[in-house]
């Protein structure tokens, strides 16, 4: 079992910034998919981000593309969001998710992911 972490939440204006954290457990966080997913109140879970082992891959939903970047940084154990121009549309609790099963590829799909956060809310002011 990986236990991850999420922080760097918080209130935040529209056009404003935010960068968020995820700190996982485990010696073998370079082999995890990672990902990053939302939930805005009366809504489904989707997915927002996903990078690959080496980071040298990343996939985006369309709502986010041009606006947040996903990182990560295998020395730290961490796992990073950058978002920018937030939108009030943008508030949600934001989830951090791991595959540890050892896929070469992006993980797009929140049910290929077998650990989670617990979450950390972001809300945009308009």
């Known amino acids: 079992q990986v236990q991850l972490v999420e922080s760097g939440g918080g209130l935040v204006q529209a056009g404003g910034s935010l960068r968020l954290s995820c700190v996982a457990s485990?010696?073998?966080?370079?082999?995890?998919?990672m990902g990053w997913f939302r939930q805005a109140p009366g809504k489904e879970r989707e997915f927002v981000a996903a990078i690959s082992w080496g980071g040298g891959n990343t996939y985006y939903a369309d709502s986010v593309k041009g606006r947040f970047t996903i990182s990560r940084d295998n020395a730290k154990n961490t796992v990073y969001l950058q978002m920018n121009s937030l939108k009030a549309e943008d508030t949600a609790v934001y989830y951090c998710a791991a595959d540890d099963s050892r896929r070469t590829f992006i993980i797009i799909v929140a049910d290929l992911y077998n650990n989670w956060g617990q979450g950390t809310q972001v809300t945009v002011s308009s």
């Open positions: 485990g010696r073998n966080f370079a082999t995890y998919a």
